[in-house]
């Protein structure tokens, strides 16, 4: 059964860190481009980060970028975004997801696999 399951969200105060753990049931993880991205109440959703199956090729958005870090083990079938100094504005569900393409996209249309998200909840 092909399934991605999001853990590790919860309350934290702003300064404060969190890290995401994606748990793949994919066949050929390895050939998959993995990403993160987030939606916030009354917001569309948004990309956060992904990271090419090699793991050596990742992009962010520049609302997270040099706070995030996006990473995958292969040999685990596993993703994470390791979140710091996160802010109140990061509150959001965060979902995974998988593309099978060998190309890093933004856009959630081209993620064929997506988790069910977790709730992050940043206090001021």
């Known amino acids: 059964q092909v399934q991605l399951v999001e853990s590790g969200g919860g309350l934290v105060q702003a300064g404060g860190s969190l890290r995401l753990t994606c748990a793949a049931s994919?066949?050929?993880?390895?050939?998959?481009?993995m990403a993160w991205f987030r939606q916030a109440p009354g917001k569309e959703r948004e990309f956060v980060a992904a990271?090419?199956?090699?793991?050596?090729?990742?992009h962010y958005a520049d609302a997270v970028r040099g706070r995030f870090t996006i990473s995958r083990d292969n040999v685990e079938n596993t993703v994470y975004l390791q979140m710091n100094s996160l802010f109140p504005e990061d509150t959001a569900v965060y979902y995974c997801?998988?593309?099978?393409?060998?190309?890093?996209?933004?856009?959630?249309?081209?993620?064929?696999?997506w988790g069910q998200g977790t709730q992050v909840t940043v206090s001021s």
């Open positions: 994919i066949r050929n993880f390895r050939s998959y481009t």
């Open positions: 990271a090419h199956w090699s793991g050596a090729t990742t």
């Open positions: 997801a998988a593309d099978q393409s060998s190309y890093i996209h933004v856009a959630g249309t081209a993620y064929d696999i």
